[in-house]
């Protein structure tokens, strides 16, 4: 469902923002720190609890303000209107609001609202740790099983309990055993899920990428965190004594990651920074695209300063398997002509909002 209205207030440069978006999509041109990025932001705050670029809260709130607050409108095509809210204090606990009505997680928003962002830092995809790798995998299982969030939930509370016994050097084979029972029965079922799901994912990006022989070329293999063929059960009890003198846990559900290759060498070694790039929006697409088939809903796409990261072709490639997902879409960049090009050429209705010193006004277009 696309968000139809955003009202932002007190975040970062953003006083006061309320906007009257386009189903499909929004561009948002201006200067160098005029708050483009925010509005994005402000968005990734409403459907995940907080922002694709820093975890933390502080940096948020208007300097001078106590708090600040999101609220966006989601109407479907058969009329039926979608509300939310979030609202982040430096004093208070976090409030999520769906429909009027307080909600305890970010992850109810989250359901309702499924966002991909594709950010400067995103494209570290390839060559940064498995963390990234692991959340991007991670994101489509949430969004596709409803098995998983209990399942990782109860994983990383055994695991928090197993590290900390490990940690205090209190350690023996009966302490550690309930937590053992505990991480090893939930481990078993996250890797069963991430698996069937990436083996739906492998199969979609080959048909992504199948005229795009240069990235078509490059393998991905899902590692689940721990040995294949021998269970997580019997890989804690064997590594008892090294998990005691690391004082963590080495192997388990935390530890698994994609491994991305072009013949023998990791792709980040031999793709280009270009051809990286085009990659990784390949990748966050793909998941848009397995998301849609197994749920029938739509992701929106979030896009931080898109001509400056990829050159006219990749961003008219974008713009295809955009369209062709029919997802909502906002994206940002300095110059309105660049940021537009792709669009015209293309012939795509849309909304541009020019964004000046932290206030946000739609522009008429060409074919307005
Ligand atoms: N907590 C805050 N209170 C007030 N202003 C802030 C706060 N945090 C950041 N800012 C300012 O708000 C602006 C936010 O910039 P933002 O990153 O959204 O700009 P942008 O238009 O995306 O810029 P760029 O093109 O450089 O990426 C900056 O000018 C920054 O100095």
Redesign the pocket.
């Known amino acids: 469902m696309p968000l139809s209205a955003l009202h932002i207030l007190n975040f970062?440069?953003i006083e006061s923002a309320e906007l009257a978006l386009h189903p499909r999509v929004n561009l948002f041109y201006?200067?160098?720190?005029?708050?483009?990025?925010?509005i994005l932001e402000a968005i990734s705050v409403l459907g995940r609890g907080r922002s694709f670029r820093s975890h933390k809260l502080k940096?948020?709130?208007?300097?001078g303000s106590t708090g600040v607050t999101v609220f966006g409108k989601l109407s479907g095509d058969d009329g039926v209107v979608r509300k939310l809210g979030v609202e982040r204090n430096s004093r208070s606990a976090d409030s999520f609001r769906l429909d009027g009505q307080s909600v305890p997680s970010a992850a109810e928003l989250a359901k309702i609202l499924p966002l991909q962002a594709i950010f400067s830092e995103t494209f570290e995809l390839l060559v940064g740790g498995p963390l990234e790798r692991r959340q991007f995998l991670d994101w489509l299982v949430f969004h596709v099983k409803h098995e998983f969030l209990p399942a990782w939930r109860q994983a990383r509370q055994a695991l928090k309990q197993r590290n900390s016994l490990l940690r205090s050097g209190r350690i023996s084979a009966d302490l550690l055993a309930p937590w053992d029972i505990e991480l090893a029965r939930n481990a078993e079922t996250l890797h069963l899920l991430r698996e069937e799901v990436f083996t739906l994912f492998n199969q979609e990006l080959a048909l992504l990428l199948q005229d795009l022989p240069a990235l078509s070329s490059v393998t991905i293999s899902y590692f689940g965190g721990w040995e294949e063929g021998v269970s997580l059960a019997e890989i804690l009890q064997l590594n008892f004594a090294r998990d005691g003198q690391l004082g963590h846990t080495s192997a388990g559900p935390h530890r698994a990651d994609l491994r991305l290759r072009l013949g023998k060498m990791p792709a980040a070694e031999v793709l280009s920074r270009g051809q990286q790039k085009l990659f990784v929006c390949a990748l966050r697409i793909c998941a848009g695209r397995v998301f849609k088939q197994l749920t029938g809903k739509d992701c929106i796409y979030l896009i931080?300063?898109l001509p400056s990261e990829l050159d006219e072709e990749h961003r008219l490639r974008l713009a295809k398997w955009l369209i062709e997902l029919d997802s909502q879409v906002f994206i940002?960049g300095?110059s309105r002509k660049d940021l537009e090009s792709v669009w015209d050429l293309l012939a795509v209705p849309r909304k541009v909002f020019h964004?000046e010193q932290?206030s946000v006004t739609a522009t008429p277009i060409n074919n307005d």
Do not use: F, H, W, Y
């Open positions: 970062r440069n201006g200067e160098n720190g005029a708050g483009k990025t925010s940096p948020l709130i208007q300097q931080d300063d940002t300095v964004v932290g």
